[in-house]
């Protein structure tokens, strides 16, 4: 009996201890229970009261529901952030959904600092820089409370799956800058700091994917378009075949900094086999540029671009402004090539595997390219002037001829030695609809000169030249023997403006056979370059007779 009654009060100390253990266990359910009733409005509450204090604006939330278990977490459906309350623009900020943990002790107190926040389809607009709020929209109740300033959160990651990032235009009536970026991570996120980010841009135009990253911010609340960035990007297989005329794969590499509203960029783009379709022959292009990008509208003023073409360097300064009503970019440019070698320029005009000419060009001109669907050489303008030295033609034959042509022009018919088939061009010229019209252009080679004004069609690369031909040689020097003897005695017919010669001149065919013809007393002379069955000028009885003489 006494040893019963011992263990009696043993036994009640034994079942105190599971007692305890569920007290232990009961009271903070029942917390978080209470907690967890109205833990949706008090989120809420959080998530605006947060958002506008740093945004400095009204914000509006459409549904937000709070996961107690296993870790605390809330997800968040139609956000907006307006930009100081203003009704005439787009809303800052508008996303679809989002999510973020905030951990156990998320319950108990204001959250100091968030692991991961996740966003789907995310728009954020940028207003026009320096323009003053307008239509202001009254405070939402949460956010015209006058409570006690919420402690600044640093989050770790957010991650984007889709964002699209709007940047106004100053001027009304043009379209927005529009950059489609997937895959964007932001890195160590707070209030009043920079964080760093990296994602991928979609390129609309030509087609081919951006991948770039930096650092942003911090966020400035009374105008955004002036919050800082910078970073690197690399803009690889860009199809150039959207752009009527013009073909190749492009890569481009760089870097930026500034703010969202003016950016400088420098960086390179490659093009190995860049071609004008359809004239050209495919030649690798490299650039080097320095650019100055409007953010609010895209225009883009560079100073300047160094493109290599094959071997020549090409230097241009400009602007790319878009012109809203073309849905496109005119470009305009002053471009100089001091020491360009005139094959490689050749090469992007013509199909031909070799030039027909080699040598170097110094040449200046404005370029203009307007937006609009029809190949660049239709719409192409170029207006400039040129000059070649040390030309030297890759065809045998011209350069036999050209030799030829100068012996007689100097008055030495007959000597070897006497001659040369190197020659130099100047001109001004203006490429318009595919036609390039030449002024004042010149053509020497030891003994004699050519002026002309005409066209060339570059399509279809034929030649329609008028002008005059000045020798050295007086016309009876340009034969020997009886010829010459004869000729003498018209000699002054002939030696007009301080030439020994003097003759009205006209050249038309083609680029590889172009043809020469002069008249001589009403008998026309031609001479056809690039042929071997016309190695000597012929006579045209037939324009006696006021007939069309036939071509050779």
């Known amino acids: 009996m006494a040893s019963e009654a011992l263990n009696k009060p043993r036994s009640r100390k034994w079942l105190l201890i599971p007692i305890v253990f569920l007290v232990i266990l009961i009271i903070p359910a029942v917390m978080v229970y209470q907690r967890t009733r109205d833990i949706d409005d008090w989120t809420r509450d959080w998530v605006i009261r947060s958002l506008a204090q740093h945004f400095n604006s009204r914000v509006e939330l459409g549904s937000i529901h709070v996961t107690a278990f296993p870790e605390m977490s809330a997800t968040g459906e139609n956000l907006v952030v307006y930009y100081q309350n203003r009704t005439d623009v787009p809303p800052l900020i508008r996303i679809q959904q989002f999510t973020f943990h905030l951990g156990f002790m998320g319950i108990l107190r204001v959250p100091r600092h968030i692991r ?101 911010g911090p966020w400035q609340v009374d105008d955004p378009g002036s919050t800082p ?5 690399t803009f690889t297989d860009a199809k150039l075949d959207p752009f009527p005329g013009i073909a190749g794969t492009l890569s481009s590499t760089g870097k930026y900094s500034g703010v969202l509203g003016s950016l400088e960029v420098q960086g390179e783009t490659d093009t190995p086999g860049f071609s004008l379709d359809p004239v050209g022959r495919p030649v690798p292009l490299h650039t080097e540029f320095y650019a100055t990008v409007d953010g609010t509208n895209g225009d883009t003023y560079l100073h300047p671009v160094r493109a290599t073409l094959i071997h020549s360097v090409i230097i241009a300064s400009g602007s790319v402004v878009r012109v809203p009503e073309k849905d496109g970019h005119l470009i305009l440019l002053d471009a100089a090539a001091p020491k360009a070698r005139l094959e490689d320029l050749l090469q992007l005009s013509t199909k031909s595997t070799k030039p027909m000419m080699s040598g170097l060009v110094n040449l200046k001109t404005k370029i203009a390219l307007p937006p609009g669907k029809v190949k660049v050489l239709d719409k192409l303008t170029l207006d400039g002037e040129f000059t070649v030295t040390d030309a030297r033609f890759a065809s045998s034959d011209v350069r036999d001829k050209l030799a030829s042509f100068s012996r007689h022009a100097q008055g030495q018919p007959d000597n070897p030695d006497a001659g040369s088939a190197i020659s130099d061009l100047r001109g001004k010229f203006r490429l318009k609809n595919g036609i390039i019209t030449f002024q004042n252009l010149t053509f020497s080679v030891p003994g004699a000169e050519i002026r002309l004004d005409g066209t060339y069609t570059v399509r279809g690369e034929e030649l329609d030249f008028n002008g005059e031909l000045r020798m050295e040689a007086k016309l009876s020097q340009l034969v020997s023997g009886k010829k010459s003897f004869f000729l003498k005695a018209i000699d002054p017919f002939f030696s007009k403006h301080g030439a020994g010669t003097f003759l009205p001149i006209s050249i038309s065919g083609t680029r590889d056979s172009p043809t020469l013809e002069f008249s001589i007393f009403r008998k026309k002379v031609r001479k056809t370059f690039g042929d071997d069955k016309n190695d000597a000028p012929k006579v045209d009885k037939a324009a006696d007779k006021g007939k069309e003489p036939k071509k050779n």
């Open 116 to 216: 991961g926040v996740h966003l789907d389809n995310m728009v954020i607009t940028i207003p026009p820089r320096g323009q003053k709020p307008a239509n202001p929209v009254p405070p939402h109740p949460e956010t015209g409370k006058k409570n006690k300033p919420l402690p600044q959160i640093v989050v770790d990651e957010i991650v984007c799956d889709e964002t699209t990032l709007l940047i106004l235009p100053k001027q009304e009536g043009k379209k927005p800058l529009d950059f489609d970026i997937h895959d964007l991570l932001l890195k160590s996120v707070g209030a009043n700091k920079p964080f760093s980010f990296h994602g991928n841009l979609r390129n609309a135009k030509p087609v081919g994917e951006i991948k770039t990253r930096g650092d942003f």
């Open 229 to 233: 960035v910078d970073g690197t990007y």
